[in-house]
């Protein structure tokens, strides 16, 4: 019964959301679908550059571990480095106080400060960042991380998971990290730490994640 708290306020939203018609976000338990390169037809006349992409994955996750499980399976498909951020001061108390000071801390745009990275994303190519859904958005350290660094030139692959109320994420990670271009968006559900998302839809993003390698 531990999500009750941000599931019986997020049900009261949900009725403004979905009555609004704001609901851009894809179906609960659905993939996105991939998305159009915009650059897709330069990169296509441009030769192909020499050698394998190089590849990190930055995510954050709570002690569920649900964010973590999927990164977990992207390294073991792509062999790519592999980092939790972690914000300086750890989240702690009951879930449900996490949860209020999550709500209070997306309210304020909040940027918990991160401890050091030990891979810099300055050195890759393509970066998959992960985050839980918090309050229709991503994690306050997701948010961090994607306001300190210069993702101009590089790729990022986002993923969420969620409850079933995945929100406006994936925009507000766009959002957050100008000059990326953002690729193969994934959004999966978890039902507590069950997985509600079809296994295939994950084994399918790996296969397309491996293609740009
Ligand atoms: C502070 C907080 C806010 C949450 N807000 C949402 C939400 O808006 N929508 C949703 O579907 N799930 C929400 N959840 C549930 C988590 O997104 C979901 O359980 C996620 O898979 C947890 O990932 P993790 O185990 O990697 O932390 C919230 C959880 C917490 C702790």
Request: proline share 8%; net charge negative.
């Amino acid at each position: 019964m531990k999500k009750t708290v941000w599931m019986a306020a997020a049900a009261g939203a949900l009725l403004v959301f979905f009555a609004g018609g704001c609901g851009s976000a894809a179906p609960a338990g659905e993939s996105a679908p991939a998305q159009e390169a915009p650059k897709a037809a330069a990169e296509a006349a441009a030769p192909k550059q020499a050698g394998p992409k190089k590849i990190l994955i930055l995510y954050y996750s709570l002690a569920g571990g649900n964010t973590k499980s999927i990164a977990d399976q992207l390294q073991q498909a792509t062999g790519a480095d592999i980092e939790r951020i972690e914000p300086q001061t750890p989240y702690s108390g009951s879930y449900d106080d996490i949860v209020a000071q999550g709500k209070r801390e997306v309210d304020e745009g909040y940027r918990p400060a991160l401890k050091d990275l030990a891979h810099q994303p300055e050195d890759y190519d393509i970066i998959a960042v992960g985050t839980p859904t918090w309050w229709y958005t991503m994690a306050p350290p997701v948010l961090t991380l994607l306001s300190e660094h210069d993702w101009s030139g590089k790729t990022i692959i986002p993923f969420q998971t969620h409850a079933g109320w995945p929100g406006h994420t994936l925009e507000d990670m766009q959002a957050a990290a100008p000059g990326a271009e953002f690729r193969y968006p994934l959004q999966v559900q978890f039902d507590h730490q069950t997985l509600a998302s079809p296994q295939a839809d994950i084994d399918s993003w790996l296969a397309d994640v491996k293609t740009i390698l």
